[in-house]
């Protein structure tokens, strides 16, 4: 799915230069070596089996109600997951997961949920889904947020909506957030266990917010993410060529 009809692209970030844009994003966990911008995309290298291995990027803006994506690349690597996310700044925070994938061998699970803090306590609803296809190479993610409506995306395919009456509880504006959590994490009986070692590393092609008639900014250059279909297409095309001429 494209952004709905009348949204506008407000803010992004294609990650070009050759290094983090610290105007977008605040790292809370980790350090800059573990952080690389490169080729129009972020990677970020978690030191896998402890938690301070991570890496945690947050927009230093909030956000409220639109349409959230990212396209990644997401690390299958036992021990560690990736998010892509928004959570309040405040003290008692409402929590929005756009995707929450632990890199777990017996699955590519996709945690597509949301949890908050409705002033008496903490209550959740969401979604634990398997999306295979996702293992390998760059997907899409994505939610739209809207004060009646969240609806989830995987590749532009609507996987799960939450109901009506959670949905329109989440009216504050949030930070939005990328992370590789290494160790000690546990998603819904998932965990990331903190007995596995060496690095891995997870690659965001894109980062971009829509929202309605907001002030749009320019529209960003075709992504690495287009490219590399291009190539992929070119690169199938030879092959059957090459194969046509042998025959």
């Not at 997961?97 to 590519?108: C, K, M």
């Not at 971009?208 to 490219?227: D, H, K, S, V, W």
Request: aromatic share 10%.
């Amino acid at each position: 799915m494209t952004a709905p009809t009348g949204y506008n692209l407000v803010w992004a970030d294609e990650f070009d230069g050759t290094s983090l844009n610290t105007s977008n994003w605040k790292q809370t966990v980790g350090n800059s070596s573990q952080i690389k911008v490169a080729n129009s995309q972020l990677t970020m290298t978690a030191n896998v089996g402890n938690f301070n291995g991570s890496v945690f990027l947050s927009t230093p803006k909030t956000f409220q109600y639109g349409y959230y994506e990212c396209s990644a690349q997401i690390s299958t690597t036992q021990g560690v997951a990736f998010a892509f996310w928004l959570l309040d700044p405040g003290s008692t925070p409402t929590e929005i997961d756009v995707v929450e994938r632990p890199g777990n061998a017996s699955g590519y699970q996709n945690l597509c949920v949301f949890s908050l803090n409705n002033g008496s306590g903490w209550s959740s609803g969401g979604v634990h889904q398997s999306f295979p296809a996702t293992a390998t190479g760059f997907h899409k993610y994505a939610v739209l947020w809207t004060p009646t409506d969240m609806i989830y995306y995987v590749d532009d395919v609507e996987t799960w909506r939450a109901t009506q009456a959670n949905a329109s509880k989440v009216k504050i504006p949030l930070n939005v957030k990328l992370d590789i959590c290494a160790g000690g994490c546990s998603f819904q009986g998932i965990t990331i266990p903190t007995n596995s070692s060496g690095q891995t590393s997870a690659i965001v092609d894109y980062v971009r917010i829509y929202q309605q008639g907001g002030t749009p900014i320019p529209t960003p250059n075709p992504p690495a993410e287009a490219l590399r279909q291009v190539q992929a297409l070119l690169t199938q095309a030879q092959t059957i060529i090459a194969t046509a001429l042998q025959a």
